[in-house]
């Protein structure tokens, strides 16, 4: 195996009326061909930028994104968009994600004709194939996106993302909108498609239980730093920083008997502009003590591969 | 009468339009609440739980939504036989409803304290003066600071807003309140705290719930009878004994399935195939069939009566099997 992404440092900040929207702040990360990162955290945490900084579709502020140990923002242009034909991204909306003026044929194709140098019949027949793929019924071939329901706009932009067999594919959300039984459908046929033709994703998520059952890691988001990261099964296993403890804790559990041990945070998320100084999560979490207030702690290697960021992760866990 | 709050007798509704015909959206529904209990609604997207929320309050889009059938009792009395005033004087005061989405429950060029102050004074004879004060009070009770009731919506995050949309349908005391999805706009760590909130509230004013949505986390959570809801139809009703723990109905069963599980180390999720059936175009027999693995002949041409397989737990299926509890 070999890396295919690594991030190091990464930084976005926005600039917006109040200051410095602190949106993606020293993230730091890899992963390996073919495997899965789950991205967790709420809305605001700054996992969506994460995803679109990664691709370049938005600039970096700082550090450096190297795919196959080059650095996306710094190739040309044309390099730039041969980059782009691999790295791909899924929508998290499938209702206003889609052209709604474009057939299902169309938004497939799409991507071949920008690249251009397809025939008609090699992009039909490519079209067709990913449809097939995708679990999309022929007959569809010239519907347009309000005919059809969002289990099959999702499985639109699916196609369309793997129309030009990308090798990484970041899914922002990609099951959010739909409903149990179809995001059930939506998530194994992304699964198989991974097995198929050996992708890599980033999964970003707010769905722990969706996030666990699809990644190989899982990095846990805290306005826009990373608090924790551990392979899927270690991470709920041993839960260290106090935010990922509150996280999964929160998550309710379809069963009548379970017992809730729920740890219940103070407030909600602070303000990424301009943020104090200290550790981000300081303000709600209820074992601060003065000193995390003043400094922010680092990411540190607590079990092998799994990294924290808090200064009373040792004491809070006995290790 | 009986201790039910709510007792839902057969009702039938059914949305007209032009373009795509008669819309089936629901289908002699039966529900009963008792007072201080809740009832989840659980179903997906199209399934029919709102438009019952709205049918019991009489809000269906006009001139599109029609009841073509069934009675509402709400402790006894026929809310459809009431007059439009009569329901105005319930709405909000007996029975409140709560938005799926708090961001555009709230009106933008109001501040929030005038906007519960209105429901208070559209069902209260007090003056404005003590009706803000009164705003301020459920605005704490909800965990908001009584100085914001002076702020606008867009001064409040999603989770806030929620509380607000809340307190607003808690002003008046209501003896039922109808919540519609009242977390799912909202992030895990602030859905567990309006939850929390809700139950609390609910124990200290002994206010019956009906609990819509699609979370079943959710559900067993908050709920004492769940009621599973598939393209109009009641499938399975019971306690959320008998729904979590034997669950019957192979969609209740399909839907359990197919969740990821934090506690699972599967690799694929079992999954229900097909999609919900077109309400314009409803099967004859059972509304499942088509997605159904343990479909007869039968199945597919008799409409389904529900059962009743343990005393109070109902099922609309011919071929029972009842699952293994779960471990």
Redesign the interface.
Known sequence: MSTILEVKDLKKYFKVNAGLLHAVDGVSFKIEEGQTLGVVGESGCGKSTLGRVVLHLLDNTGGQILYHGEDVTTVSREKLSALRREMQIIFQDPFSSLNPRMTVYQTIAEPMQIIGGYTRAQIEERVSEMMDIVGLAARFVNSYPHELDGGRRQRIGIARALVLNPKFVVCDEPVSALDVSIQAQVLNLMLDIQERMGLTYIFITHDLSVVKYISNDIMVMYLGQMVEKAPADELFKHRYHPYTRALISAVPIPDIDHKRERIQLKGELTSPINPKPGCRFAARCIYAKPECFEVNPEIEEITPGHFVRCHCVRELNNL | MSENILDIKNLSITYVTKDLGTCYAVNDVSLSLQKGHTLGLVG??GAGKTTIAKGILRLLPKPQGHVTSGTVLFNGEDLYQKSEAAMRGIRGKKISLIFQDPMTALNPIDTVGEQIAEVIRLHAKINKKEAALRAVEILEMVGIPGDRSTEYPHQF????KQRVVIAMSLACSPELLIADEPTTAL???????V??MMNDLKERLGTSMILIT????????MCDEVAVIYAGEVVEIGT??DI??HMSHPYTI???E?????KS?S???????G?MPDPTDLPKGCKFAPRCSHCTAECETMAIPLTEITPGHFCRCLNLQQKEE?V
Do not use: W
């Open positions: 997906e997207t995050s999603g989770g806030m992030d895990v760590t602030i859905q567990a705290q939850l929390d699609h979370d079943l986390g959710v559900v067993a959570e959320a004994r979590f723990k399909g839907l359990f197919s969740l990821p599980d934090l180390e690799k694929r999720l079992k999954l229900i195939p999609l779960r």
